[in-house]
């Protein structure tokens, strides 16, 4: 055989296996992805309910009302830097409190426990479906239909009612971290 047809026919096996090969990679590649779609991937940890002594509802309330007019600030959870939404819950419990929440409004829902809009008593959360999603903005309910928050829009916090046009369209429920 010359040394033509030897490089030939190594070049054809050398073809068959870099064929076979990539056919291999392929078939591996695709089976990693169907095994991946059907794994749920992994789970964020259940947060453990959040149950405060009732008669902290008034400290958390007055902690509240002195951060009226705090620029907002999204992802602040401080005076210093401001406040949004959660981070205003988070400072004024904790401020208060021996209880670390969570910084989030989705995971204050988890945390919370949900009660009826009859039942909001003054320190209680009230939720909102600002963003498209459930549970996207929370205030501290103050009483008579009103609750202090810190919006994006306005850009301090703030107190808000119920009852306003954006907010009565939006409300999502009701839900507490008192015992009751």
């Not at 007055?62 to 406040?83: C, I, W």
């Not at 103050?142 to 306003?164: E, K, M, T, Y």
Request: aromatic residues 10%; contains cysteine.
């Amino acid at each position: 055989m010359s040394l033509y047809h030897t490089y030939y026919a190594l070049l054809l096996l050398f073809r068959r296996l870099f064929t076979q090969c990539v056919g291999a990679v392929l078939a591996l590649a695709i089976a990693c992805l169907l095994v991946g779609c059907g794994s749920t991937g992994p789970r964020a940890p259940e947060l453990a309910p959040v149950v405060l002594e009732a008669d902290k509802r008034q400290d958390v309330l007055m902690t509240a009302l002195s951060l009226l007019n705090t620029p907002y600030r999204y992802g602040g959870s401080h005076p210093a830097q401001g406040f949004d939404c959660s981070g205003l819950v988070y400072y004024s419990v904790s401020a208060v409190t021996d209880a670390r929440l969570p910084r989030t409004t989705k995971q204050l829902a988890q945390v919370s426990r949900p009660i009826s809009r009859d039942e909001l008593t003054a320190g209680d959360l009230v939720f909102f479906n600002t963003l498209s999603r459930p549970y996207s903005h929370v205030g501290i309910y103050l009483g008579d239909g009103h609750f202090i928050n810190a919006p994006s829009s306005g850009g301090q916090v703030r107190i808000d009612s119920l009852d306003s046009a954006y907010f009565s369209r939006r409300f999502d429920g009701a839900r507490t971290l008192f015992e009751r």
